[in-house]
């Protein structure tokens, strides 16, 4: 490599990368400080954290989830992990693999639940016994057994690794259905409420393409690799299509998302409430629920109950793809 | 120099003397959707690339959602 004539925007050093939505380039060090300032901006925006508050961080092993982990030590919060192993075949266990070693290598407190071992299914067989496509067998499980391990663990709130682009794909999604319900409910802050553990967001404020750009600089290996059962879902074409927007228009995903919270998000509070509704206890597991049977409860009945799927069967599906 | 792609994970050859910007260009992928990185460093677009250099092109966007 030769002639690298672009300068970091603060200190004139050789940048690392430019960031078209700053217009600018930085050098590790202070995209660095962009990443933590964006993070403590959005924290106190929407009053996420406290300093004293028991954090539980939800792991995967990807990059998002351990920069948020990894800034949050930094940031001086007391924050244990939770990774769930998924049973999706290599993926799992690779993902498995960086998450205790970012632990071990930081000394860090790392409870782990594997679905196969503790709940008798995993994610291809819960996808085929119930039939949901992989992502919502997947969701629907990592939300109930974060949810319970917070509260088990008498934790104040669980930090997930959601970014900008998750989140402005997601509102993209919501928009183009205009689903009031799920667009009222689309917080970085879901308050503790009927028997469910605070919920936050860290990282609305920055890119998955910063958060990638963070764990180079710092040192932290992830996973690459998509998951296998992912591939081709209807959320990675969202958020392709934003950023052919932002590839023409820097910015437009902040302006987006950011826009949305700021200027239409008050105005579907109301509604938000209204969604909520009443809830019962579910029959089996006594959680929050607004049927007899939890969602969770019906998924586990059928899946453990169901042939264990080999990931393979669910990769013949057609759903592969390059990029 | 040597290419790194990812997602599937494969390696290609292409010639250097071109930018980062060009090399996503002309594999046909986003900036915004990409990091590279050039001989272990994270380099920012206008980074010339030469021969010998081996590239890592690291695709960042990730995950599912139900």
């Known amino acids: 490599?030769?002639?690298?004539?672009?300068?970091?925007?603060?200190c004139k050093a050789p940048a690392v990368i430019d960031l078209p939505r700053h217009n600018a380039k930085f050098c590790a060090e202070h995209l660095q400080q962009l990443c933590r300032r964006q993070m403590a901006k959005a924290i106190d925006d929407f009053d996420?954290?406290?300093a004293d508050d028991r954090i539980l961080v939800a792991v995967s092993g990807g990059k998002d989830s351990l920069a948020v982990w990894d800034m949050l030590i930094e940031a001086g919060y007391q924050?244990?992990?939770?990774?769930?192993?998924?049973?999706?075949g290599e993926y799992s266990t690779d993902s498995g693999g960086y998450v205790r070693r970012f632990a071990d290598e930081r000394g860090l407190h790392l409870t782990t639940i594997d679905l196969r071992t503790d709940y008798g299914y995993d994610i291809p067989t819960a996808a085929r016994a119930t039939g949901r496509v992989p992502c919502s067998a997947c969701g629907l499980s990592k939300r109930r057994l974060f949810d319970q391990a917070a509260l088990d663990g008498g934790y104040d709130v669980v930090v997930t690794g959601h970014n900008l682009d998750d989140e402005a794909a997601v509102l993209f999604g919501n928009t183009l259905r205009w689903d009031i319900d799920y667009l009222a409910r689309q917080m970085p802050v879901l308050p503790?409420?009927?028997g469910f553990p605070k919920k936050v967001k860290p990282l609305i404020r920055l890119t998955e393409r910063e958060m990638a750009a963070w764990c180079l600089v710092r040192?932290?290996?992830?996973?690459?690799?998509?998951?296998?059962?992912a591939a081709g879902n209807r959320h990675l074409s969202y958020k392709e299509t934003l950023n052919s927007v932002e590839a023409k228009s820097p910015g437009s995903k902040a302006s987006f998302y950011l826009g949305f919270l700021e200027r239409m998000a008050p105005l579907?509070?109301?509604?938000?409430?209204?969604a909520a509704g009443d809830l019962n206890e579910c029959q089996r597991c006594g959680s929050p629920t607004t049927g007899e049977v939890c969602a969770f409860c019906r998924l586990l009945e059928k899946s453990a109950a169901h042939e264990p799927v080999p990931v393979e069967m669910m990769l013949t599906r057609g759903k592969g793809r390059r990029r | 120099m040597k290419v790194l792609l990812r997602n599937p994970r494969r390696e290609?050859?292409?010639?250097?003397?071109?930018?980062?910007?060009?090399?996503?260009e002309e594999l046909g992928l986003d900036r915004e959707a990409h990091l590279v990185i050039c001989n272990g460093t994270l380099v920012p677009g206008d980074?010339?690339?030469?021969?010998?250099?081996?590239?890592?092109?690291?695709?960042v966007i990730s995950g599912g959602a139900d």
């Not at chain 1, 924050?79 to 999706?88: E, N």
């Not at chain 1, 040192?219 to 059962?229: A, T």
């Open chain 1, 1 to 10: 490599m030769t002639g690298v004539g672009s300068k970091c925007r603060v």
């Open chain 1, 48 to 50: 996420m954290l406290s």
């Open chain 1, 79 to 88: 924050a244990d992990g939770l990774y769930i192993g998924l049973g999706i």
């Open chain 1, 192 to 194: 503790a409420t009927n």
């Open chain 1, 219 to 229: 040192g932290i290996d992830y996973v690459v690799e998509e998951c296998p059962i």
């Open chain 1, 268 to 274: 579907l509070a109301g509604q938000s409430a209204a």
């Open chain 2, 12 to 24: 290609i050859e292409v010639d250097g003397g071109r930018s980062v910007d060009r090399l996503l």
């Open chain 2, 47 to 59: 980074a010339r690339l030469d021969d010998g250099d081996t590239i890592e092109v690291r695709p």
